[in-house]
T-cell receptor, first 115, second 113 residues
Framework: AQSVAQPEDQVKVAEGNPLTVKCTYS??????LFWYVQYPNRGLQFLLKYITGDNLVKGSYGFEAEFNKSQTSFHLKKPSALVSDSALYFC?????????????FGKGTRLSVIA | SQTIHQWPATLVQPVGSPLSLECTVE??????LYWYRQAAGRGLQLLFYSVGIGQISSEVPQNLSASRPQDRQFILSSKKLLLSDSGFYLC????????????FGPGTRLLVL
């Protein structure tokens, strides 16, 4: 079975400081990993994904994530947080080979960036 | 480019009334389609997914049902709404391969009173 854990319900950082939102996963086989962001009363927006290759993945809005196979982690990072980054962030996983199976999502982490 | 639409955006319904939420995708063919529910701005609960017309997989037993009458149309229904059906309903689509991203619609806010 596949699963995703986001150990922090909430993360608070000061504007301009680096931010990290943590994600660990469990799959049988190799993972496809995704990060999404959700603003209030909106659908989820895709940020980035890891499929294969370089462990450091760059995505939208200056976000990046590092795939660490030994720690089964895929933490989301940004060097300098903006107030506008405040939102709900979801990590998701699908195992390879997976065929037509839905993504498995974590419970979400609420990021608050304080001015 | 592909776009996904959901309507209505907001819905207030009395307990016991029927429900029909619609989702359509443009700019792609033979997509995988998904219905999720999100309660209280937190985690996502997968309700149904479909890999083709008339093919529906149900993830959670409840009073909701889904149908896919056309390739790019996915409908969520209920014959009698419960208070617990209130929430934010999200439709998503993806391509067929495992590495494909799921793309979400804008959502429908349902309040059952």
């Amino acid at each position: 079975a596949q699963s995703v854990a986001q150990p922090e319900d909430q993360v608070k950082v000061a504007e301009g400081n680096p931010l990290t939102v943590k994600c660990t996963y469990s799959v049988s086989g190799n993972p496809y990993l995704f990060w999404y962001v959700q603003y209030p009363n909106r659908g989820l927006q895709f940020l980035l994904k890891y499929i294969t290759g370089d462990n450091l993945v760059k995505g939208s809005y200056g976000f990046e994530a590092e795939f660490n196979k030994s720690q089964t982690s895929f933490h989301l990072k940004k060097p300098s947080a903006l107030v506008s980054d405040s939102a709900l962030y979801f990590c998701a996983v699908r195992a390879f080979p997976s065929g037509n199976t839905p993504l498995v999502f974590g419970k979400g982490t609420r990021l608050s960036v304080i001015a | 480019s592909q776009t996904i639409h959901q309507w209505p955006a907001t819905l207030v319904q009395p307990v016991g009334s029927p429900l029909s939420l619609e989702c359509t995708v443009e700019g792609t063919s033979n997509p995988n389609l998904y219905w999720y529910r999100q309660a209280a701005g937190r985690g996502l609960q997968l309700l149904f997914y479909s890999v083709g017309i008339g093919q529906i997989s149900s993830e959670v037993p409840q009073n909701l049902s889904a149908s896919r009458p056309q390739d790019r149309q996915f409908i969520l229904s209920s014959k009698k709404l419960l208070l617990s059906d209130s929430g934010f309903y999200l439709c998503a689509w993806s391509g067929l391969a495992g590495q494909e991203t799921q793309y979400f619609g804008p959502g429908t806010r349902l309040l059952v009173l």
